[in-house]
């Protein structure tokens, strides 16, 4: 998420009241998460076990819970809980505007466009020409809608990741400030929830088609000409690359890479990134080879134990 115009590195410590190092004219020039991250970034980190991962990554300014030796070119925000003053930026550079009217005065929409009765459409959002945007749909604030693209009845665009830190009085959400992007030629069935990105965009790219009742979390990435069928639940960060096929009621964890072309087969579990060109099936879901071989094994075991018995 960049900011609307390029702020200092002082400037940024006093809206969230903590002490900086660096030079106090640093340039700061948005905030994003840390797969995400490009100078001129902050990045926020809050565990030991990631300090390294964060003061080594393309962001060159750290938001951290310790005074460290900051990296030659880098600026450092100290503060006593990243996590929460991460979220005071994302309120302070993104905060929520109520909407007084169905469709906001301030989206676009494109020619020959259709929006069907009971639709919201929220601050910022861009259509593009020649869609379709069935009843009920809800598009919230900044999404981004390319051409020719169908989106059927009851589907939410736009909702806050599913990201909590758990504090001893209950869980915190970790505020979202990014978008969501479809690109031209996309369909997406009825009643499908795509949350948009923490700081950047998840996106739907050109060509692809999701059935009814789909998933897709915050940061995801979906490729070009991707077909996926119903009921398919897919969690935040991942990428799916271009002309993947998923089948129904697939889940797939976050953080994770699905190679182009890949196949997967119904009811199958994706605990990791997976090879393209490939098809796969189970959970954990794995090539066809592979995984008829591991059945073949699993049917030999009753066999195996008799013969140890009579023995």
């Given amino acids: 998420m960049k900011f ?43 565990h030991p076990k990631y300090y390294d991962k964060a003061l ?22 100290i503060s006593d809980d990243p996590f929460r003053d991460f979220n005071k930026l994302t309120q302070h550079f993104k905060p929520f505007i109520s909407s007084s009217s169905d469709i906001s005065n301030s989206a676009k929409i494109g020619k020959n466009t259709i929006i069907q009765p009971n639709c919201f459409i929220g601050n910022n959002v ?11 749909v809800s598009i919230y604030d900044d999404t981004v809608i390319g051409n020719h693209v169908t989106i059927h009845a009851g589907t939410v665009l736009g909702a806050s990741a599913f990201y909590y830190k758990n504090r001893p009085e209950g869980f915190d959400q970790l505020k979202s400030g990014g978008r969501v992007v479809i690109e031209n030629y996309v369909d997406i069935g009825a009643l499908c929830t ?11 790219g050109e060509g692809s088609k999701l059935d009814n009742q789909i998933q897709v979390g915050h940061d995801t990435v979906i490729g070009k000409k991707c077909l996926i069928a119903s009921q398919v639940g897919i969690a935040g960060c991942v990428v799916i690359e271009d ?15 699905i190679g182009k072309k890949a196949v997967i087969s119904a ?8 090879e393209g060109g490939k098809s796969y ?17 699993i049917r030999m075991i009753p066999e195996i134990l008799e013969k140890l018995k009579i023995k």
């Fill in 4 to 46: 609307p115009k390029p702020h200092t590195l002082k400037q940024v410590s006093e809206i969230i009241n903590c002490q900086f190092i660096g030079d106090e004219n640093f340039p700061v020039l948005g905030m994003n998460e840390i797969h995400v991250v490009e100078p001129g970034d902050i990045v926020f980190v809050d």
């Fill in 56 to 77: 080594d990554s393309a962001a060159t300014i750290v938001l951290i819970n310790k005074e460290v030796v900051c990296p030659e070119g880098k600026a450092l925000l």
């Fill in 126 to 136: 861009v259509i593009g020409d020649h869609c379709i945007i069935h009843s009920n």
């Fill in 194 to 204: 795509i949350d948009k990105g923490v700081t950047a965009d998840t996106r739907v």
């Fill in 243 to 257: 002309e993947v096929t998923i089948w129904g009621q697939v889940g797939i964890t976050s953080g994770i890479t």
């Fill in 267 to 274: 009811q199958s579990g994706v605990s990791k990134s997976l």
């Fill in 281 to 297: 099936f189970g959970t954990p879901a794995d090539d066809f080879r592979s995984k008829y071989k591991e059945i073949a094994s």
